[in-house]
């Protein structure tokens, strides 16, 4: 299954505007599947971007699913840069055009810089 950045960011919008830290069973983000949203939550808890009790194979001790609760700091950090829906298209179109597919750090790298760019800009226009 392909990593999809845009539910990455659905889910770290829906963990932020839970208003509890309650551990979710059943995650539901309209235009994806359980088995999308289930992978993806595994993802963002490897990442460190969520918090959640993993549930393990009994023989390989894989993570094969996740009880999430809450962002962890990284999450909140990684959303505070993506939450601007221009700068989440700028920063997307900017890493899809080298290659399709790039690294994590790279998209955070890219967010970072247009958030920033995008804080300088409005930042002209107070007097």
Do not use: C
Not at 76 to 98: I, Q, T
Request: no cysteine.
């Amino acid at each position: 299954m392909k990593r999809d950045f845009e539910l990455v960011r659905k889910l770290l919008l829906y963990f932020e505007e839970k208003p509890d830290q309650a551990a979710i069973e059943n995650v539901h983000v309209d235009g994806y599947d359980r088995e999308a949203i289930s992978y993806h939550l595994i993802l963002l808890y490897e990442a460190g971007l969520i918090a959640a009790e993993p549930y393990l194979s009994k023989t390989s001790k894989r993570i094969i699913d996740v009880l999430p609760f809450r962002l962890t700091w990284e999450g909140h950090e990684l959303l505070a840069a993506a939450r601007n829906d221009s700068v989440w298209r700028k920063a997307k179109s900017s890493v899809a055009s080298l290659s399709g597919d790039a690294p994590f750090t790279l998209l955070k790298d890219v967010l970072v810089h247009a958030l920033r760019a995008h804080v300088g800009d409005a930042a002209q226009g107070i007097p």
